[in-house]
């Protein structure tokens, strides 16, 4: 279709006759500049969710071309499709699924999520950093005795757990190795004089046992990577233990790597926009004698008696493309 000056597309997948979330299609919106040769302008759609009466989903895409095309290059042979497309001046920022529906949102109605989290040009940030809005719905809570969670719609979930030395978690599953994982989250406790230990972080997780391997950020901001069974206080030993590193910045950001193999790997953001591994080679792998794991989980914990430890979860991205 020629494009006479919309710069949003907007497309709704539907299958009417869906009895469940269908798979097995590809979906995506193309753009040409001669009616000839085609190129994407959009993500990949593979999975429209089921909603109790048909399956749907919704993309959009930015862009002024001469000719826009919707094309679905592989077809579920068990549904039939209907594409609704809409055209724009108006830009629209997002589009995020909320446990049975898609939200098209706009960059121009304010900051999307609420909170610290903005939508710039259809791209989720948090203080400046670009990030995938987890869905909190994917997370279970585990060992968290008596501790609070809190569940934000927009994609945040914040543990402000019991200053009791338990840890308090949110965990799901691990997709399959190899595999690549970024994971956001904002310190909220704040730091004193001997108000530690209080720490939070990320851990790989056996359901079965109880144990993990995780990279903290401790008291006073030092960055640890530790094995340890999941209510003790006392961590069972740590593979990198670094105290002349501290970690200031409002937002911790991880890339967990599992290549399949016997290690697995952490990575932290360097603040100059990659990910760095802590010193060297020889310091970023996480050992496989103390679990296997087949959870990842986010926690916080506190064993100073006086003050609780509050983290809010902002960005996950399995295998992320960006």
């Known amino acids: 279709m020629p494009n006479i000056g919309q710069a949003v597309h907007l ?9 469940a979330d269908v798979t097995s299609f590809t979906f995506r919106v193309e753009a040409s500049y001669d009616n000839t040769t085609y190129f994407a302008i959009s993500e990949d759609i593979t999975t429209a969710k089921y909603n109790g009466s048909y399956a749907y989903a919704i993309t959009r895409c930015n862009g002024v071309y001469p000719y826009v095309r919707l094309r679905l290059v592989t077809a579920n042979a068990s549904n039939a499709l209907t594409a609704h497309y809409t055209g724009s001046l108006q830009p629209i920022g997002i589009v995020r699924f909320e446990t049975d ?11 999307i999520p609420s909170g610290p989290g903005l939508s710039i040009n259809g791209d989720y940030y948090v203080y400046g950093r670009k990030m995938t809005p987890i869905v909190t719905t994917d997370w279970t809570s585990t060992g968290l005795n008596a501790s609070t969670i809190r569940t934000d719609g927009n994609g945040f979930i914040t543990l402000d757990t019991e200053p009791d030395g338990n840890w308090g978690f949110v965990c799901k599953a691990l997709p399959t190795a190899p595999y690549t994982i970024r994971i956001h989250y904002i310190i909220r406790s704040g730091y004193g004089s001997g108000d530690g230990p209080n720490q939070q972080g990320v851990a790989l997780r056996n359901s079965a046992d109880g144990k993990f391997i995780a990279a903290f950020v401790y008291a006073g901001g030092t960055f640890i990577i530790r094995k340890q069974t999941l209510v003790s206080g006392t961590g069972n030993g740590d593979y990198l233990n670094n105290g002349n590193w501290r970690f200031w910045e409002p937002i911790v950001s991880l890339s967990i790597q599992d290549d399949g193999s016997a290690f697995r790997y952490f990575y932290w953001w ?29 926690g916080a914990q506190n064993t100073n008696g006086n003050y609780r430890t509050r983290a809010t979860l902002v960005g996950y991205d399995a295998n992320p493309t960006w």
């Open 11 to 19: 497309v709704t997948l539907i299958y009417p006759a869906a009895v």
């Open 270 to 298: 360097d603040g100059q926009g990659t990910y760095q591994a802590f010193d060297g080679n020889n310091e970023r792998s996480g050992r496989t004698d103390h679990t296997t794991p087949n959870q990842i989980c986010f």
């Open 101 to 111: 529906r898609y939200i098209a949102a706009s960059p121009l109605a304010g900051p």
